[in-house]
């Protein structure tokens, strides 16, 4: 089940975290992996590593931001499986603030890459899926952006929640083609392994646990196969319960 052999996938901020553990998913699988990022040190390194295990990947470096950069990087390409997990504050530093305290300025990173990056690869593969009769898109968005939080980072949820609501309204309008079109709304992660500010932060979690980037790419997974072809339009909670739908 979920065999991705002959599938090419394009996973957006692979270079590191949740986006290197869908790209090992994916690649598991079978799938031809392009590891984007921003960063070619970090892309090409994910990359060396899927092929020293065996993998089928390569280094695909672009700005998700910039339009032009997508479309020449993706240009002659055919994508099967899009998975948009591009995000935060892209190439800047989120610092989190209340609102009230922000300019427009602060706002325009976490909006570029949670939302102008997705529509911006989302677009660029889309027709593409669309001629061929296959594809999968895949937003990795977060439950800042259904449920809201006030940690100060509302700029990030009103990304995240217009790239949750762009991608439903996509899958309804390509619901006939062939494409489907989901996201997986994140709930509290995991990158570092476990430390003890971890530990704290899992306590609050019904399952006791942080999500780690191989719950993220076991979902991706299932969602790029041929066997998940009648879910489309939904944003799925992966949070170890702490978000419920």
């Not at 020449?72 to 504050?89: F, H, K, M």
Request: charged fraction near 15%; charge should be negative.
């Amino acid at each position: 089940m979920f065999e991705l052999t002959d599938r090419i996938a394009l996973i957006t901020g692979a270079g590191q975290g949740m986006g290197t553990g869908v790209a090992e998913a994916l690649a598991t699988q079978g799938a031809h992996v392009l590891v984007n990022d921003i960063e070619q040190g970090r892309a090409v390194g994910v990359a060396e590593q899927l092929r020293e295990a065996g993998h089928s990947a390569e280094s695909l470096v672009f700005d998700v931001t910039d339009l032009a950069e997508v479309q020449t990087a993706i240009a002659g390409r055919s994508i099967d499986i899009l998975v948009n997990n591009a995000g935060n504050a892209g190439a800047e530093q989120m610092q989190p603030r209340k609102f009230a305290d922000t300019t427009p300025a602060e706002w325009a990173a976490p909006l570029a890459v949670n939302l102008d990056g997705v529509m911006n690869c989302t677009h660029t593969v889309l027709p593409g899926m669309i001629d061929r009769g296959f594809g999968r898109v895949i937003g990795v968005v977060s439950g800042a952006g259904t449920q809201g939080v006030h940690i100060g980072v509302a700029a990030y949820s009103a990304g995240k929640a217009g790239a949750a609501g762009l991608l439903r309204s996509v899958a309804l309008e390509v619901a006939r083609t062939g494409v489907t079109v989901n996201s997986i709304a994140l709930g509290l992660m995991d990158n570092t392994g476990g430390t003890d500010v971890t530990s704290g932060l899992a306590k609050s979690i019904p399952t006791g646990r942080l999500g780690t980037p191989q719950d993220l790419g076991a979902l991706c997974a299932y969602l790029a196969s041929d066997e998940a072809s009648w879910m489309t339009a939904q944003t799925i909670p992966l949070a170890g319960g702490s978000i419920t739908s």
